[in-house]
């Protein structure tokens, strides 16, 4: 089936009741991506001529956030207000449906179908069957069983029945409906336009175009998932959480497949893309969000939180590291040491063999090759020169209480401990900050700055004495 001649809708519309949140179900985040935004990642990959996102509770929010995550992506939202089950959902797409070619149905909240498994399906239907996506779990509990006419697993498909409404028999099959088909679109028109609502629910169901298809001789196929997480639903926090852990399990295992050595596979959350080199080490309990670079021989220590950041060869992250990039990176160069209980913020650039220690903070700054801030530092919109020393408990104060200064720090200087540079400011190369130093103007090179007070010693002087109550 051509790209051109297949139309994708994806239902979003419920309200997820079980979730017990105002935010919509499809909102929820798996591996800090929305489910929504899981479907619509592997929609994108079909090619499809016409994406249809089917919106109901909290529709504004949701297309508002699916809009922002895919700003590249053609897709076209239609409201199902009220929520009158799906079927009814589907109907609402039918104005921006095409009129011919395949039709694939998939679910907001059931996100992590594959393209291959989607592929598929849309193969099964040709354009001329209706296919139906069906899964053999170990508990068919609560699923739609799958009757067939015949034994076999080819032999057309004749009714999917309730658990509710099955026979004892009808339980014993094994084969489940997924809630995931691929129709002809021309006759999906047809069948939609014949749904009745004659039932105890007074909703419409997708499910009854099965009949309609085995009334009229169309055939109807099963496509098998053999993957359960595929089409593993969300619909309760438990679930959300169960399928984070299996999702989260996988990716550790793809990442050690491809050789890097994880502590833990089973503490370690992936939450975006992590790319590494050869002999990478990453301890218990490490976070890595958005897109993440890891040279060689890189190591991570334990509970490190790592968001959009490029990480040099044999840089070593110590524990309890926050590395956050945001939308500007963070840039750690090779051989570079970093915390423990380190920050490092949007538009940090480290070069090569920089040490950032215990309770430092960087942000917007750049450090060239082999400086140093060890202790209890901040430095903000920052130019820090090669093997500059800052001092413990020294600052950049670069914010003025209404726009932010930039301060510039040469080669070879050496700043005290406690001191305070008053951006904008410039400190000169090879230039010494005395310790305990608030500098407000800049500093020559190559010689010592200082501006603190006389030391004075007040002979006679008594501490005053608490008098005692009463």
């Known amino acids: 089936m051509s790209p051109r001649m297949l139309d994708l809708v994806i239902m979003a519309a419920g309200k997820g009741t079980r979730m017990r949140s105002a935010q919509p179900k499809v909102l929820h985040r798996l591996a800090g991506r929305p489910l929504l935004g899981h479907v619509l990642a592997t929609a994108a990959g079909l090619a499809a001529r016409r994406l249809i996102v089917v919106t109901g509770h909290g529709a504004d929010a949701v297309e508002a956030a699916m809009r922002a995550d895919f700003p590249g992506l053609p897709l076209a939202f239609v409201r199902q207000?009220?929520?009158?089950?799906?079927?009814?959902?589907?109907?609402?797409?039918?104005?921006?449906?095409?009129?011919?070619?395949?039709?694939?149905i998939l679910n907001g909240d059931v996100p992590l179908i594959g393209a291959a498994t989607a592929r598929a399906l849309v193969q099964a239907c040709g354009g001329e069957r209706l296919a139906l996506l069906t899964m053999q779990p170990e508990d068919p509990s609560?699923?739609?069983?799958?009757?067939?006419?015949?034994?076999?697993?080819?032999?057309?498909?004749?009714?999917?029945v309730e658990h509710k409404d099955a026979s004892p028999a009808q339980r014993a099959i094994g084969e489940v409906y997924t809630g995931v088909m691929?129709?002809?679109?021309?006759?999906?028109?047809?069948?939609?336009?014949?749904?009745?609502?004659?039932?105890?629910?007074?909703?419409?169901?997708?499910?009854?175009?099965?009949?309609?298809a085995v009334a009229?001789?169309?055939?109807?196929?099963?496509?098998?998932?053999?993957?359960?997480?595929?089409?593993?639903?969300?619909?309760?926090?438990?679930?959300?959480?169960?399928?984070?852990?299996?999702?989260?399990?996988?990716?550790?295992?793809?990442?050690?497949?491809?050789?890097?050595?994880?502590?833990?596979?089973?503490?370690?959350?992936?939450?975006?893309?992590?790319?590494?080199?050869?002999?990478?080490?990453?301890?218990?309990?490490?976070?890595?969000?958005?897109r993440v670079q890891l040279g060689a021989e890189v190591r991570i220590g334990a509970h490190c939180v790592i968001r959009n950041a490029v990480i040099g060869d044999g840089a070593v992250i110590h524990p309890y590291t926050h590395i956050d990039g945001d939308t500007l990176g963070v840039q750690v160069g090779p051989g570079a040491l970093i915390g423990p209980y380190a920050r490092l913020r949007p538009g940090a650039v480290l070069g090569a063999e920089v040490h950032i220690g215990n309770f430092v903070e960087v942000k917007n700054s750049t450090l060239a090759e082999g400086a140093k801030a060890n202790h209890l530092a901040y430095l903000g919109d920052a130019s820090v020169g090669a093997r500059v020393n800052v001092g413990a408990g020294s600052i950049t104060a670069n914010y003025d209480g209404a726009n932010k200064h930039r301060t510039v720090i040469g080669d070879d200087a050496h700043i005290g401990s406690n001191c305070v540079l008053v951006a904008p400011i410039t400190v000169g190369a090879g230039a010494t900050v005395g310790a305990g130093s608030t500098i407000g103007k800049d500093a020559p090179a190559g010689q010592l700055t200082v501006a603190r007070p006389k030391q004075l010693s007040l002979p006679g002087w008594q501490r005053p004495v608490k008098v005692p109550k009463g």
């Open 142 to 160: 609560g699923y739609g069983r799958i009757v067939r006419a015949g034994e076999g697993p080819d032999a057309p498909v004749q009714a999917i």
């Open 216 to 290: 009229e001789g169309c055939p109807v196929v099963a496509s098998r998932c053999a993957d359960p997480v595929e089409v593993a639903g969300v619909n309760s926090p438990s679930q959300l959480a169960e399928l984070e852990r299996r999702l989260q399990r996988r990716q550790a295992e793809a990442l050690m497949d491809a050789g890097l050595r994880l502590a833990d596979p089973a503490r370690f959350d992936l939450r975006g893309t992590l790319q590494h080199g050869p002999d990478c080490e990453v301890d218990i309990g490490c976070l890595f969000e958005g």
């Open 81 to 104: 207000e009220p929520q009158l089950g799906t079927g009814h959902a589907v109907q609402q797409a039918l104005p921006v449906l095409g009129e011919a070619g395949t039709t694939l």
């Open 182 to 212: 691929a129709a002809p679109t021309a006759a999906l028109r047809r069948w939609l336009a014949a749904l009745r609502n004659d039932n105890a629910q007074g909703e419409y169901y997708l499910t009854d175009i099965v009949a309609m």
